[in-house]
């Protein structure tokens, strides 16, 4: 079992940047891809970001791709987003998720994770 809780949300304007934390209970954390995903109001949750476990392979959506910056630090068992021109768009409760395989390799569809965190809130105002 391995339990996961998020921290850095928070209320800021276009433009701004904020840092996303995710820490990991256990001790194998090296062998698992992380990944952060987002669920709008009203919308469905959406892949935003994951990370190898070595943190060597780390694929990102479209939406994010040159803003956002995903990143380890194993020996702290954590796992962050630095989120950089944020925009209103980017407002959603964001979560990381852990997928446990003997790879450790990323992906990008939510069914691939097995363990969540409770989510932190992201709002952008514009």
């Known amino acids: 079992q391995v339990q996961l809780v998020e921290s850095g949300g928070g209320l800021v304007q276009a433009g701004g940047s904020l840092r996303l934390s995710c820490t990991a209970s256990?001790?194998?954390?090296?062998?698992?891809?992380m990944g952060w995903f987002r669920q709008a109001p009203g919308k469905e949750r959406e892949f935003v970001a994951a990370?190898?476990?070595?943190?060597?392979?780390?694929p990102y959506a479209d939406s994010v791709k040159g803003r956002f910056t995903i990143s380890r630090d194993n020996a702290k068992n954590t796992v962050y987003l630095q989120m950089n021109s944020l925009k209103p768009e980017d407002t959603a409760v964001y979560c990381c998720?852990?997928?446990?395989?003997?790879?450790?390799?990323?992906?990008?569809?939510?069914?691939?994770?097995?363990?969540w965190g409770q989510g932190t809130q992201v709002t952008v105002s514009s």
């Open positions: 998720a852990a997928r446990v395989s003997l790879s450790a390799s990323p992906r990008t569809r939510e069914q691939e994770y097995a363990y």
């Open positions: 256990g001790r194998t954390f090296s062998r698992y891809a």
């Open positions: 990370v190898s476990g070595s943190g060597g392979s780390t």
